[in-house]
Nanobody
Framework: QVQLVESGGGLVQAGGSLRLSCAAS????????MAWYRQAPGKQRELVAA???????NYADSVKGRFTISRDNAKNTVYLQMNSLKPEDTAVYYC?????????????????WGQGTQVTVSS
């Protein structure tokens, strides 16, 4: 019923910047929390940043001061601006959203995930 599509990943040198985007589509009634997670090889998936429609962003300590999460509610889109990138930021980044959708059985809240986008930071 709901799809999340990420874009903006790629290869960048240390110290550079990338801007990730995630657009939600489908039978969406409302979106509460939107977030970015990442998973590096051999490591568990971790929360990078999260935000609600009217709140400020919450960040992992490792990215605080370098990354900024924002959203455009009218477009059901969340962004992650990543500055001063480090090789340790290399991972697959996943978009997550807590969405009120209206399937045939009725409206209900559920978590949805994107397919992920690769971010590689070279030294």
């Amino acid at each position: 019923q709901v799809q999340l599509v990420e874009s903006g990943g790629g290869l960048v040198q240390a110290g550079g910047s990338l801007r990730l985007s995630c657009a939600a589509s489908g039978r969406i009634v409302s979106i509460n929390r939107m977030a970015w997670y990442r998973q590096a090889p051999g490591k568990q998936r971790e929360l990078v940043a999260a935000t609600t429609s009217g709140g400020s962003g919450n960040y992992a300590d490792s990215v605080k001061g370098r990354f900024t999460i924002s959203r455009d509610n009218a477009k059901n889109t969340v962004y992650l601006q990543m500055n001063s990138l480090k090789p340790e930021d290399t991972a697959v980044y996943y978009c997550n959203a807590f969405v009120l959708a209206d399937p045939f059985s009725g409206k209900r809240w559920a978590d949805y995930w994107g397919q992920g986008t690769q971010v590689t930071v070279s030294s």
